[in-house]
């Protein structure tokens, strides 16, 4: 069975796991190629070897990453910081974040994030009127 296609064991997490194979895919990368963009824009160092990041996507025993190399994950798969934090948090730890059924209230909060305060306030007053 090649490594791509090792099956993960039935009562482990891979959360972290399935974010980095699907983002690789969708971003049509290479362990190589995705390490290399694995930067932490705090330190602007490459966090994460793709020998680590082939060991984690084929489901196979790894370090849990720190948080500089949560930032180079977030970084590298060009995805918010909180996605990959809270993969990990779920693979490594146990713990599962849940804001909505749907996963709405959680898009909705990223989206929020990226707005000003004037149009956070603006969203707030229309949030009103839907739920008085």
């Known amino acids: 069975m090649a490594a791509e296609e090792r099956a993960p064991h039935h009562d ?3 959360q972290l796991a ?3 194979r699907a983002r690789k895919a969708e971003l049509d990368l290479s362990y190589e190629k995705l390490a290399v963009r694995c930067v932490d824009p705090e330190t602007g160092t490459q966090t994460v070897k793709s020998s680590w990041l082939h060991r984690l996507a084929t489901y196979l025993p ?3 990453p720190d948080l500089p190399a949560l930032r180079g994950l977030a ?3 060009d995805v918010p910081l909180g996605r990959v934090q809270d993969a990990a948090g779920a693979q490594f730890f146990g713990i599962d974040v849940v804001w909505s059924a749907s996963g ?3 898009a909705l909060v990223e989206r929020a994030d990226r707005m000003t305060a004037e149009q956070r306030e ?3 007053r229309l949030l009103d ?3 008085q």
């Open 129 to 131: 009127t839907f739920t």
């Open 12 to 14: 482990a997490r891979y």
């Open 122 to 124: 603006q969203l707030m």
């Open 18 to 20: 399935d974010l980095v």
């Open 104 to 106: 709405d209230a959680r």
């Open 75 to 77: 970084a590298g798969l």
């Open 62 to 64: 790894v370090q849990a």
